[in-house]
């Protein structure tokens, strides 16, 4: 079985679709700051945002690592537990960032916005989702599920400023 890194990297519509709405780029991996966890576990950038944010996975394995986001702004915070939950996460919501009180009717705004701008979103977000081989659950799935890793588990995963070992402030409070 195809890693989904490799089926992003080479389909291009799945790639289109994560690289936009979803702002995940494969090719922008590399965090603008020196950084590592507090736990001392592995961090590794594998992939980035157009506003300089980077997703890592933390620890030792493969794709079901926990994945930490880091903004560019100093904030950072687990967003799921594997990269097939992130992946449903950008696929469902991709306006995430936007969604503070994890509610579907927050959500349902900014997606207004969204498919006012891509009328096939709903469309394209499909295709990308059985390209990668993923079911998709509802928003409030996601955003119930996005509420819980990042104020739960995610707690456990501090990114620190390594030259001035300074925590990142939390994405969500």
């Known amino acids: 079985m195809r890693s989904l890194l490799t089926v992003i990297a080479e389909d291009d519509d799945v790639a ?54 880091a903004d560019s702004e100093g904030r950072a915070c687990m967003l799921a537990i594997g990269l097939p939950e992130l992946l449903r996460l950008l696929l469902v919501v991709p306006w995430w960032r936007d969604c503070r009180t994890f509610t579907a009717e927050e959500s349902a705004a900014r997606a207004a916005e969204y498919v006012q701008d891509i009328p096939d979103l709903v469309a394209q977000r499909d295709r990308a989702a059985a390209a990668l081989g993923l079911t998709l659950p509802t928003e409030t799935e996601v955003l119930t599920r996005l509420h819980e890793v990042a104020t739960g588990p995610g707690k456990d995963f501090v990114l620190i400023f390594t030259p001035e070992n300074e925590p990142y402030d939390p994405l969500f409070q």
């Open 16 to 69: 289109r679709f994560l690289g936009w709405p979803g702002d995940l780029e494969l090719d922008r991996a590399d965090h603008v700051e020196e950084v590592h966890l507090a736990s001392g576990a592995t961090l590794e950038g594998f992939a980035g945002d157009g506003c300089g944010g980077t997703y890592f996975f933390c620890g030792d394995g493969g794709e079901e690592r926990p994945v930490l986001y």
